[in-house]
């Protein structure tokens, strides 16, 4: 299971946030380069870059868009839950084709993001595996037609 670590005990220094940002900024930037920018030896900022992967403060990782890689449908999909959520959101992160989980306040208890390769699949995942965990009452399905805008550039604080 892919579950986000809880925040780091100390708060992250200067030389580390720069480190994310170069990242961000080009997740292919090699480590020598990084370093000429923070200060710091291309050793110090692999074994940077690898404590912050370790500690779950980030992952360098190639964003795609699905669609553009053959998947013929992605959605965002809304379930109302009863009970704990917890359970229900481990669940459906067990679910190959579900890439992003989050436990949400307001009109839906969770959102899941699905990727499917046609329309039979999404309604396979939806009606077979989504709709049929415990806890579930009810889902909404909103279907991406285009893909605008996507990133993880924000920088840190």
Do not use: H
Not at 55 to 74: H, I, K, N, S, Y
Not at 116 to 126: F, K
């Amino acid at each position: 299971m892919n579950e986000r670590r809880a925040r780091p005990t100390t708060p992250l220094d200067d030389v580390s946030k720069a480190i994310i940002e170069q990242l961000q900024q080009d997740g292919r930037r090699s480590y020598a380069a990084i370093g000429k920018v923070v200060g710091l030896s291309e050793a110090a900022v692999r074994q940077r870059v690898q404590r912050l992967v370790d500690g779950g403060v980030m992952q360098v990782v190639a964003v795609t868009d699905p669609l553009e890689l053959g998947f013929a449908r992605q959605a965002m999909v809304g379930v109302r839950c009863t009970g704990p959520l917890e359970p229900v959101a481990d669940a459906l992160a067990e679910i190959a084709e579900v890439d992003y989980v989050v436990i949400t306040a307001g009109a839906y208890d969770l959102l899941a993001e699905v990727v499917a390769e046609s329309d039979e699949r999404l309604l396979e995942l939806i009606s077979s595996r989504i709709r049929t965990i415990e806890g579930v009452v009810a889902t909404e399905t909103f279907m991406y037609l285009k893909l605008r805008k996507q990133t993880y550039s924000w920088g840190v604080r």
